[in-house]
């Protein structure tokens, strides 16, 4: 089982699931824009994760979903139940649908206007913040509710998600750190030798 990743993505946590669960695999780091990526996925963005079918799995929240289901005794997804198992699927989908795309005028200007003046990707981009901000306020209180954890007080693959897009305001004028149970979650995240070594392996 081969991951795609590219430093400091979203792939990241992929990675961080997989490690969680004892799986058996190998971390490739891609350019998701290189032609011979394109071909596992024609969207040209990673996570791409190939266990040998004949496409490679793409999108986080699936790929995601899919380290828990197949290593369910590492304890990573949902909790019995249809409402628990309902739950993780909308946190999922506002980590993927709400949080993620918050960011992208800020990562891609570019893609948001088709002025090309200096001011004018500025401008794209600080209309970022409040999008980011409103998504960031909703992930504090839902770790607030989870004791420290994104999902119903346990380590998830929503930790794993939430973490790795969390990081990327660490360059914006507010940070992680300015929200309190985020900024708890974030540095107890830290603490965990495989996100150290995700995070250090990653960045080689
Ligand atoms: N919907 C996709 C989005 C993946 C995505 O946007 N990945 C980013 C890294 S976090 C990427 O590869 N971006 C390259 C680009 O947009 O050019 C998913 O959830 O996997």
């Not at 989870?146 to 007080?153: D, E, K, L, S, T």
Request: one cysteine or more; a neutral charge; proline letters at 6%.
């Amino acid at each position: 089982m081969k991951l795609y990743y590219a430093p400091g993505t979203c792939a990241l946590a992929c990675w961080i699931a997989l490690e969680w669960a004892g799986a058996d695999y190998q971390a490739v780091r891609a350019d998701p824009h290189s032609d011979e990526f394109k071909r596992l996925n024609p969207l040209a963005a990673v996570p791409a994760l190939d266990i040998g079918r004949a496409r490679a799995m793409t999108q986080a929240p699936a790929i995601l979903q899919y380290i828990a289901d197949r290593y369910p005794q590492a304890g990573i997804g949902a909790n019995e139940g249809l409402e628990n198992a309902f739950e993780l699927n909308e946190t999922m989908a506002f980590l993927a649908s709400d949080f993620h795309p918050a960011f992208w005028p800020f990562f891609f200007p570019q893609r948001y206007t088709t002025a090309t003046d200096e001011a004018s990707l500025a401008a794209a981009k600080e209309a970022a913040y409040a999008r980011i901000d409103r998504a960031m306020q909703h992930l504090d209180k839902l770790i607030a509710a989870g004791n420290g954890h994104v999902y119903q007080g346990k380590r998830s693959i929503a930790d794993a998600y939430a973490y790795v897009m969390a990081r990327w305001t660490a360059k914006l004028p507010k940070t992680w750190k300015d929200y309190p149970h985020i900024a708890a979650f974030m540095q107890r995240m830290e603490q965990d030798p495989v996100v150290q070594k995700v995070l250090a392996e990653s960045a080689k």
